[in-house]
């Protein structure tokens, strides 16, 4: 749920930020027409003769220009600011993300490392439970086995392996005929 609203919030930071970066370019684009449209205005000055403008049109004229010219500047400040704001919260949801990271992959290590720890102290439990067990069942019978010398063919542990001659026929009494 965290890594959807970290993903989010960066898409969300990224469209901000192509809007800002599109509105930038706007208002540059317009501050070169109005420019260019202050020079045209000059030429077509320059061209009339200064004579035929009043004093109050040229100071009116002057007014507007710069009025036009301080709003188009203040909205471009306005928009670098916020973008530059956009950024410095990018960079530190980023720098967030990377702590994040690194405390994640720390976690899954430790864990990794814990349950390997854990499995092989479970396997020493199992086998010195077993040892134990044979060890216990050994102490009452007379003939010591040890945990090494515990085979597949031992019936029980208490009486050790399986002897020789309890496979042999020759010892069974013989059946007589009647």
């Keep these: 749920k965290a890594e959807e609203q970290r993903k989010t919030k960066q898409w969300y930071q990224r469209r901000v930020r192509a809007e800002l970066e599109a509105e930038h370019q706007d208002l540059q684009a ?8 202050l020079k045209d205005a000059e030429k077509n000055m320059a061209m009339k003769n200064p004579l035929d403008y ?3 049109e040229v100071r009116k004229l002057l007014v507007q220009t710069n009025k036009e010219k301080n709003n188009l500047l203040s909205e471009l400040k306005d928009y670098e600011w916020r973008l530059d704001s956009e950024s410095q919260k990018f ?3 980023e720098e967030q ?7 994640l992959y720390g976690a899954t290590e430790a864990n990794r ?3 390997t720890e854990q499995s092989l102290k479970m396997q020493r439990m199992r086998k010195m439970k077993t040892q134990n ?29 399986v002897k020789k001659t309890a496979l042999v026929h020759n010892n069974l009494p013989k059946i007589e005929k009647q």
């Excluded at 317009?30 to 449209?37: A, D, Q």
């Excluded at 993300?97 to 405390?103: P, S």
Aim: proline share 8%; aromatic share 2%; no cysteine.
């Design 133 to 161: 067990k044979l060890l216990s069942s050994q102490q009452g019978s007379t003939k010591k086995v040890s945990p090494k010398n515990v085979s597949p063919k031992m019936i029980d542990p208490k009486k050790g392996p």
């Design 97 to 103: 993300r990377k702590t994040f990271m690194v405390q």
């Design 54 to 56: 009043s004093d109050a």
């Design 113 to 115: 490392i814990l349950n």
């Design 30 to 37: 317009k501050i070169n027409i109005t420019k260019i449209k």
């Design 91 to 93: 960079a530190k949801a």
